[in-house]
């Protein structure tokens, strides 16, 4: 069964400090995957997007890491602002359909 | 500029009613989709449509009835709305499908069931 966990639930850091999300994945075979960022009360934004054959993309503070072989990825935020807070979503699509397989996300709280 | 704008941003209705959500992207995108976000947040897709074609349909109660006008609409009808229905309902676009493009959001429509 295709799915995307997300770990941490939630996470709570202070402004300045650097953290990293994480997500897994069995959807196969594999496409791509992308990293949102949902605001409250917002849509998802697109963070990054990543094919099989690339195993790093950075988005200005945002990082992500892909290892295809063991399925994971992970989201690193640099030095983190209050405006970071928000859901990140990691989501996942596999070659031959036009599905997107949803995290449930990690809500990230950047207190001053 | 909106690039996917959605009306109305808020929906409070009775159990049993028959509502409808409109969605309008201005981003020339041929891939336009409905996505359900429950009280957890977990978004799920509803509908697909490709050039006005519907391609994804996810066991969606026949009770919502997607169309799509041409390529910049999508639009959501509910038949019969039971509190079950209650949820963030976003509309997305994107060129394309599954491949290397982004969908882009709109900012959700919250349904709620009295």
């Known amino acids: 069964k295709n799915q995307v966990e997300q770990s941490p639930q939630s996470l709570i850091i202070l402004e300045g400090k650097n953290c990293t999300l994480q997500?897994?994945?069995?959807?196969?075979?594999?496409?791509?995957l992308r990293w949102y960022k949902q605001d409250t009360g917002r849509g998802p934004v697109s963070l990054t997007i990543m094919t099989f054959s690339e195993n790093t993309k950075s988005n200005g503070r945002y990082t992500a890491t892909l290892d295809a072989d063991t399925k994971q990825s992970s989201l690193h935020i640099t030095a983190s602002q209050l405006s970071d807070s928000a859901s990140y979503i990691c989501?996942?699509?596999?070659?031959?359909?036009?599905?997107?397989?949803f995290g449930t996300g990690t809500r990230l709280k950047v207190l001053a | 500029d909106t690039a996917v704008s959605q009306t109305p941003k808020y929906l409070v209705t009775q159990m049993g009613n028959d509502k409808s959500i409109k969605c309008e992207q201005n981003?020339?995108?041929?891939?336009m989709y409905w996505y359900k976000q429950d009280s957890k947040k977990f978004l799920k897709i509803m509908f697909s449509y490709n050039n006005k074609e519907l391609i994804i349909n996810e066991t969606v109660p026949n009770r919502f009835s997607p169309k799509s006008p041409d390529k910049a609409h999508l639009n959501l009808h509910i038949n019969s709305l039971e509190l079950g229905d209650s949820a963030v309902y976003f509309c997305?676009?994107?060129?394309?499908?599954?491949?290397?493009?982004?969908?882009?959001f709109g900012d959700g429509t919250r349904l709620s069931i009295l």
């Open positions: 997500c897994n994945y069995t959807v196969s075979p594999f496409s791509n």
């Open positions: 989501v996942v699509s596999a070659t031959g359909t036009y599905k997107y397989i």
């Open positions: 981003l020339g995108h041929d891939t």
């Open positions: 997305a676009s994107s060129q394309g499908q599954g491949g290397g493009q982004p969908q882009h």
